[in-house]
């Protein structure tokens, strides 16, 4: 037994080494504000050729979040980080986010992901911004084409009606392929000074 914990102990240290520690680029605030615009405008322009309808769900949505994540998967562990920004739909107001992951099942890849999450409902925006810890199970395979990839699996489409928002996922290099139960960690974060 001590064994088999020493070796899920290595595999878990593997997979979060793998994934790295992702952080808002940039050596200053005005840097970093400056590095979630052009992901912003990036991730928007390839959702909204992707996915034309997006764009007016956009405009009548509470709020959108538009994130940039890596994410590792190796037999029994996978791990991802990344980072964030939702958007406040009538004020325009920005929070800034980091996400950090954790997968416990089968499968292997590697992949830059930036999912979208546009929201319908006031209330689970703002759960959203405040920080979140979510469970999440199912099997996902995604790959990129072109430019800018597709996923698909557990946890994307549209959930609007059900959940009050919908998850918009776009692959940016990597291939996997996994089943997997995990939990994902959302918390806000503020800019350098």
Excluded at 72 to 95: D, F, L
Excluded at 172 to 182: E, F, I, K, L, N
């Amino acid at each position: 037994m001590k064994s088999l914990t020493r070796i899920g102990c290595i595999l878990l240290y593997l997979a979060v080494g793998m994934s790295g520690c992702a952080s808002i680029p940039g050596n200053t605030g005005q840097e970093q504000a400056e590095a979630m615009d052009a992901l912003v405008a990036q991730t928007l322009a390839d959702l909204y050729k992707q996915e034309p309808k997006t764009k007016e769900k956009i405009a009548d949505s509470a709020g959108y979040a538009i994130m940039s994540g890596k994410i590792t998967k190796i037999p029994m562990v996978g791990a991802g980080s990344g980072y964030g920004v939702a958007i406040h739909n009538k004020t325009g107001e920005k929070t800034y986010l980091e996400i950090s992951e954790l997968d416990i099942g089968g499968g292997w890849g590697a992949r830059s992901v930036r999912p979208v999450i546009i929201f319908r409902n006031q209330k689970k925006f703002k759960e959203f911004i405040k920080g979140v810890w979510s469970a999440k199970a199912g099997a996902e395979a995604s790959a990129k084409v072109k430019e800018a990839g597709a996923a698909g699996g557990a946890g994307s489409g549209d959930l609007a009606g059900k959940r009050g928002y919908s998850v918009h996922l776009i692959t940016d290099a990597g291939v996997s392929v996994t089943w997997t139960v995990g939990v994902i960690r959302v918390k806000p974060v503020k800019l350098k000074p």
